[in-house]
C-alpha cells in the first residue's frame, strides 16, 4: 500500500518551498490577510444564498461543515470512541481477545469501517435514501463515509473505489443502485477515481435480513464478478449497510480474484450491533432490505 499524505483540504494550506521563503514578507502578509477576509465573506455569502440543511433535524449548517449534518446530530449518530475489530470494524469490548463478529469467520477483506450505527435516526435516512426516492442524500452519505475513511486510515492510499452492485434486476426495479452512487460521491470527496465497471453481480440473492451468520455466507457465495486486468493494488469498496460483512467479505474475494491486492470496506451504518447502540431496535423488518 502506498503512503497517504494529506487530506484534500490539508494540501491546499500547504506551502510550497519557494512560498516560505517569502512568507514573512509585508507584501505576502497583505496579500493573504486580503485572501482570508474574502474566504470569510464568501462563506457568509454561501450561507444566504446556498443554505444547507442538516438532513436529520433541518437546522442550517454552516457552509464549511464537512457535510450535511449538524454537530449535535454529528454527535448522536457518528460511532462513539471505542474499541473496533481491525478486521470487520464490529465493536469490542474494551479488553476482548477475539472479535465476537469474525472470529468463525473467513472475511475476505483486509479492513472495514462505518461512519455509525443502523439506528435511529440514521436508520430512517436510510430508509429515505432507498426506499423513499430520497436519492439527494447519497452526498451526504458519500461525504460522511469518506470521514470514516480517513479516520479510520490515515495512512492508506486508494488506487479505486468501487460500489457493492445490486443485480441488473433488482437495479431496473428500484432505478438506481445505491452502492454505486454510494461509492461515486465518497470518491468525490476523497479525490479518487470511482471505477463502476470493476465489479458486477453475477446473480441475484435473497435479503440477507433474519439469516443467520453461516446462511449470510452461502446466500452470497460466488455472487460477485470482477472484470480482469483490475490490476490494482488497494481498492476501497463501499455501502450502504453491514452486519456481519459477508456481502463485502465476497465482493472483496471477486476482487482480489480478479488480481486487486488489498480491499477495504467502508459503510455509512453498521447493523447488528444493536446492545451497544442506546435506543435501538434490531433490522428485522423485511422492508428493510439490505440490498
Ligand atoms: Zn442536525
Ligand atoms: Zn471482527
Not at 84 to 105: E, F, I, L, S, W
Request: charged residues 25%; aromatic residues 8%.
Amino acid at each position: 500500500m502506498r503512503v497517504y499524505t494529506a487530506a484534500v483540504d490539508d494540501i491546499e494550506e500547504e506551502m510550497r518551498p519557494c512560498e516560505v521563503a517569502v512568507a514573512a514578507s509585508p507584501a505576502v502578509r497583505k496579500r493573504r490577510g486580503l485572501a482570508s477576509a474574502a474566504r470569510t465573506a464568501a462563506r457568509a455569502l454561501a450561507d444566504v444564498f446556498l443554505p444547507r440543511f442538516c438532513i436529520v433535524c433541518g437546522r442550517l449548517v454552516p457552509c464549511e461543515s464537512e457535510a450535511d449534518v449538524c454537530d449535535e446530530c454529528r454527535m448522536q449518530i457518528a460511532l462513539p470512541e471505542g474499541h473496533y475489530c481491525a478486521k470487520c470494524g464490529a465493536p469490542m469490548a474494551r479488553y476482548a481477545a477475539k472479535c465476537p463478529n469474525c472470529r468463525n469467520m473467513s472475511l475476505a477483506m483486509d479492513a472495514a469501517t462505518a461512519f455509525g450505527f443502523y439506528t435511529e435516526p440514521l436508520r430512517e435516512r436510510l430508509i429515505d435514501f432507498k426506499f423513499n426516492g430520497k436519492q439527494y442524500l447519497a452526498r451526504t452519505f458519500g461525504m460522511l463515509v469518506a470521514g470514516a475513511v480517513r479516520r479510520s486510515w490515515l495512512d492508506a492510499a486508494f488506487d479505486a473505489v468501487v460500489g457493492v452492485p445490486l443485480h441488473r434486476g433488482r437495479r431496473n426495479n428500484r432505478g438506481f443502485d445505491q452502492g454505486q452512487i454510494l461509492a461515486q460521491y465518497t470518491a468525490g470527496a476523497l479525490g479518487i477515481v470511482h471505477r463502476p465497471g470493476l465489479l458486477k453481480r453475477a446473480r441475484a440473492t435473497r435479503s440477507q435480513v433474519g439469516l443467520s451468520k453461516t446462511a449470510r455466507m452461502r446466500n452470497v457465495k460466488g455472487a460477485f464478478k470482477a472484470a480482469p486486468g483490475g490490476n490494482l493494488e488497494t481498492v476501497l469498496l463501499v455501502d450502504d449497510i453491514m452486519t456481519t460483512g459477508a456481502t463485502l467479505s465476497e465482493a472483496a474475494r471477486a476482487l482480489k480474484r480478479a488480481g486487486v491486492g488489498s480491499v477495504y470496506g467502508a459503510v455509512v451504518a453498521r447493523a447488528g450491533f444493536e446492545y451497544n447502540a442506546p435506543g435501538s431496535s434490531p433490522p428485522d423488518d423485511e422492508e428493510e432490505s439490505f440490498e
